[in-house]
T-cell receptor, first 111, second 114 residues
């Protein structure tokens, strides 16, 4: 089964609101990454957080990582219609070259 | 501009036919990956390669084959043994490292059965 599981599966908010999505994983990791996928396109890397970091910011994105709970969250502040996309977390088993992607959260931002 | 190019964007397969999806990158990355994405689902790893002339099976390799004769190219063949090939196929590349690096993705090939 996939290591990463995101929730919620789908999220609909108004423009200007904040969006929070969560990711859980099962094993030890070196880092955790978040990606965005627009409909019918490839994934785009958003942010990487290392296992020894607890929080990281990039523009309107804020990522937290709790290795004791094996979970991460992605917060998008002041959302825009252009943020409408699916968001995936990705992790890798320590010592392997394999990325494991979660099932994704579909975010819809209403103008 | 550096990036990954997948072609074709849409592909149709007849029963009993093998089809090949192209993936080319000019990012000078050693590692390349093929994923399958079904509607509303996450990505499942088909094959990956860390270096030229070497590749490993992912989680769903049955019915697929790959080659890695050049650093910049990692074509995927969907064989007739793959009974449910309809899906969106994504190719990715990254710097090869045991600490996973960000992946760069192509824009995918959508494969359908005729």
């Amino acid at each position: 089964s996939q290591q990463g599981e995101e929730d919620p599966q789908a999220l609909s908010i108004q423009e200007g609101e904040n969006a929070t999505m969560n990711c859980s994983y099962k094993t030890s990791i070196n880092n955790l990454q978040w990606y965005r996928q627009n409909s019918g396109r490839g994934l785009v890397h958003l942010i990487l957080i290392r296992s020894n970091e607890r929080e990281k910011h990039s523009g309107r994105l804020r990522v937290t990582l709790d290795t004791s709970k094996k979970s991460s969250s992605l917060l998008i502040t002041a959302s825009r219609a252009a943020d409408t996309a699916s968001y995936f977390c990705a992790t890798g088993l320590t010592g392997t070259y394999k990325y494991i992607f979660g099932t994704g959260t579909r975010l819809k931002v209403l103008a | 501009d550096g990036g990954i190019t997948q072609s074709p964007k849409y592909l149709f397969r007849k029963e009993g036919q093998n089809v090949t999806l192209s993936c080319e990158q000019n990012l000078n990355h050693d590692a390349m990956y093929w994923y399958r994405q079904d509607p509303g689902q996450g990505l499942r790893l088909i094959y990956y390669s860390q270096i030229v002339n070497d590749f490993q099976k992912g989680d769903i390799a049955e019915g697929y084959s790959v080659s890695r004769e050049k650093k910049e190219s990692f074509p995927l063949t969907v064989t007739s043994a793959q009974k449910n090939p309809t899906a969106f196929y994504l190719c990715a590349s990254s710097i090869a490292s045991q600490v996973l690096q960000p992946q760069h993705f192509g824009d995918g090939t959508r494969l359908s059965i005729l």
